[in-house]
């Protein structure tokens, strides 16, 4: 009888010995630039739950504390991109908040091509529905109704209809595109309290871009925002060029853009470190103004947004690799935390072809609770995941990504962050 049990226990400790030796250790490649990486370590700030009630405080939400692992096989005939591209904001549009009494007075609005969408909506409360037949239109020397003046209109029902998220008592018109261009003046009797004025021109050739350097930076890091005007793809010269930061508690403050050789404008953006612990995105407003060919004001606005993270964790620098034969390959990610969350890393696999060149072989995802200090997420590709591959190594790992799920933040993002052969 014991000798059939030192058996078993005999074969678990060579399987054992034997996995031992299939483990190697190795370090992440030197961050690129373009990499987010946290140079500091802080706990996100916890704010205490308010009770709805007198007499029973509201239930927390749990974080489930349970590994979970998931991988897939990828085409190999599809390029991927190793770091996200940021988001271009593209706008043909610019607004004004204006008072009644400008639109009673006449409210001076511009535009460059035949067309153009005019939207208001009310602020801070339905003021009614403002009535086509009772607003003027005045372009070129001759004054019309808005009935007269557009080719198209819709209310509030109807924009929502649409699926467009609009406050009550809110309207669009569509200018007549046989008025043609430059100053329209209009005039709203009935106009009470105050309005988003919403330019609209979809088939101009003058195009605003606004976009980021990145779409998230850790805490204490700067983002770069770059504002191009251009008509027809062409760039065109601003004439000048304005904006603010707003952070995700309502916080705003003006930015100061720098001119380009090129004529773009740029601003470096840090935010303020008092404001850049609250969830949400930090939003860059621009607005623009320009002049065309035929001597026409140009204006134009856009609005693109950021994401901080304030980083409690990041990767350590090391990886375990285990190799399991025909069953699949483990790395053993390793993270540094100063706090206690539900963290995850991710990644691309990348195998070599028989030409030599490098392809996307399966990408995986593992998320763990970790304890604030040291400690490692497994990081599988499952045999599923790798089976009938022809890639080869030496491999490399690429996009890797550490992630606070219960704070919902990006910590860390390398494009390509290790080179190995199991």
């Known amino acids: 009888m014991n000798k059939i049990r030192i058996l078993p226990i005999a074969a678990a400790l060579t399987m054992m010995v034997a996995g031992a030796a299939n483990a190697s250790d190795h370090s992440l490649l030197a961050a690129q630039k373009g990499d987010l990486v946290p140079q500091t370590l802080r706990a996100v700030p916890t704010a205490p739950v308010k009770s709805l009630s007198t007499t029973a405080a509201p239930a927390k939400p749990t974080v489930d504390h349970r590994p979970v692992h998931v991988s897939w096989k990828l085409d190999a005939s599809r390029k991927l991109e190793a770091a996200p591209k940021p988001f271009d904001r593209s706008s043909r549009e610019y607004w004004q908040d204006v008072s009644a009494d400008e639109l009673h007075r006449g409210l001076e609005l511009r535009t460059t091509t035949p067309g153009a969408l005019i939207r208001l ?16 239109v005045t372009h070129g020397g001759r004054t019309l109704t808005g009935a007269e003046a557009m080719s198209n209109s819709a209310d509030t029902a109807q924009l929502r209809q649409a ?10 018109m569509k200018l007549r595109p046989d008025l043609g261009t430059g100053p329209v003046t209009l005039k709203a009797a009935d106009a009470k309290g105050r309005y ?5 021109e979809p088939k101009s050739p003058l195009v605003l871009h606004a976009q980021t350097t990145r779409d998230t ?8 925002l770059n504002v191009h005007l251009r008509d027809a793809g062409a760039n065109q010269a601003m004439d000048s060029v304005g904006g603010f930061l707003v952070a995700p508690d309502g916080h705003t403050r003006d930015l100061r853009y720098q001119r380009n050789a090129d004529g773009s404008y740029s601003v470096d953006v840090t935010p303020d470190a008092d404001h850049a ?14 002049t065309d060919a035929s001597g026409h004001t140009v204006l134009r606005d856009a609005t693109t947004a950021f994401a901080v993270s304030v980083t409690n964790a990041r990767l350590d620098g090391s990886v375990q690799v285990q190799a399991r034969g025909k069953k699949g390959i483990d790395l053993q990610i390793g993270v540094e935390a100063v706090q206690a969350s539900r963290y995850a890393v991710s990644g691309v696999l990348y195998g070599h072809a028989a030409d030599g060149s490098l392809k996307p072989m399966a990408y995986a995802q593992s998320a763990n609770w970790l304890q604030a200090g040291k400690g490692s997420i497994d990081l599988r590709f499952d045999a599923g995941a790798l089976a009938g591959s022809a890639l080869r190594p030496p491999y490399e790992l690429h996009d890797l990504k550490l992630v606070d799920q219960a704070h919902m933040g990006i910590l860390e993002r390398r494009a390509v962050a290790l080179r190995f052969s199991p």
């Open 196 to 200: 988003v004025v919403h330019v609209f």
């Open 163 to 172: 699926g467009m998220m609009v406050s009550d008592g809110s309207m669009v």
């Open 121 to 136: 909506s009310p602020v801070g409360g339905d003021f009614g529905r403002l009535d086509p037949q009772r607003m003027q």
């Open 277 to 290: 612990t609250r969830r949400g995105l930090w939003e860059l407003h621009t607005f623009t103004s320009a």
């Open 217 to 224: 930076i850790a805490s204490g890091q700067s983002v770069r």
